[in-house]
Nanobody
Framework: QLQLKESGGGLVQPGGSLRLTCVAS????????VGWFRQAPGKKREEVAC????????AYRDSVKGRFTISRDNAEDKVYLQMNSLEPEDTAVYSC????????????????WGQGTQVTVSS
């Protein structure tokens, strides 16, 4: 079965950190661009960050710049989203998607999505 799976979400206090991981099953992730998205209750899904297949092109949405870092380990076939200085406004379900390339912080030509992992930032 071809799918993506996210892990690493949880409950954290404001100012805290989490690291999300995206892994693939049934296909090789390290030849695809990967993007992270999030969707908060009652809001539209928004792109968070994108990294191309070799890590040479990286982009973030403005609200997470300087706090979030997307990276990949192609030997491990994993993509990460390190989230620091978390704010309550970051609370959402975070999903990863694989595609052809990055258009700013959005991965384009997506053909695989994960089901998401919940991130809750609250005191």
């Amino acid at each position: 079965q071809l799918q993506l799976k996210e892990s690493g979400g949880g409950l954290v206090q404001p100012g805290g950190s989490l690291r999300l991981t995206c892994v693939a099953s049934g296909f090789t992730l390290n030849v695809r661009a990967v993007g992270w998205f999030r969707q908060a209750p009652g809001k539209k899904r928004e792109e968070v960050a994108c990294i191309d297949s070799i890590g040479g092109s990286i982009a973030y949405r403005d609200s997470v710049k300087g706090r979030f870092t997307i990276s990949r380990d192609n030997a491990e076939d994993k993509v990460y989203l390190q989230m620091n200085s978390l704010e309550p406004e970051d609370t959402a379900v975070y999903s990863c998607a694989a595609g052809d390339g990055c258009v700013s912080a959005r991965v384009g030509g997506t053909d695989y999505w994960g089901q998401g992992t919940q991130v809750t930032v609250s005191s």
